[in-house]
């Protein structure tokens, strides 16, 4: 994918989703796009992901690690 974009995770598989970045302080960052609120991103690893390829959730109710 080109531009800004995070992966949502989407019945177990990595989904591009374009965003702007509003605010990044290496911290804290707040997006706004095809996101809805609540929903599951990647947030480590991003550069082994691939669209449409599994993932795994770590931390996720019930998940294992």
Sequence with gaps: P????????????AVPRA????????GTTAVAGELKAGAQVV??????????APVQVFGAP???R
């Design 2 to 13: 080109d531009g800004n974009y995070v992966y949502e995770v989407v019945a177990g598989r």
């Design 19 to 26: 965003v702007k970045v509003l605010f990044d302080d290496a």
């Design 43 to 52: 947030v480590e690893g991003q550069l082994r992901v691939t669209p449409g």
């Design 62 to 64: 019930g998940a294992a």
